[in-house]
């Protein structure tokens, strides 16, 4: 009788440092998680927000479509973008992702 109530003290005292084993373990992923992968996509876009915010008349810019234009006019969420002679289009702030000369610097690297 006294084995056996030895025996569930064990088993108890072995699931409960399983369990705190788990969510240290949980907890770990998470900080990594963090510190590889959303950080650093964070930090990313908030480098390619200021960008966009930084555009201005005149810049030469690419398009998510890969078209390639000079803004004509910065409106508050949207470019209008001259793409050939008398051609305009208006395009989503979003979808701007570089000035030229940023482009081409990246290709360099």
Do not use: H
């Not at 025996?7 to 373990?25: K, N, P, V, Y």
């Not at 992968?37 to 005149?58: A, N, S, T, V």
């Amino acid at each position: 009788m006294l084995n056996l109530v030895l025996l569930q003290d064990a088993a108890g005292a072995a699931t409960q440092g399983s369990q705190w084993s788990f969510w240290i373990m949980m907890i770990l992923i998470f900080v990594v998680f963090y510190f590889f992968m959303i950080r650093p996509q964070q930090k990313k876009q908030k480098e390619l927000q200021k960008q966009r915010d930084e555009m201005k008349k005149g810049d030469k810019v690419v398009t998510a479509g890969g078209i390639y234009g000079e803004i004509k006019e910065v409106q508050e969420n949207a470019f209008i973008i001259t793409i050939a002679k008398d051609i305009t289009i208006k395009v989503d702030k979003g979808s701007v992702y570089a000035t030229i000369d940023d482009a081409q610097t990246q290709d360099k690297k």
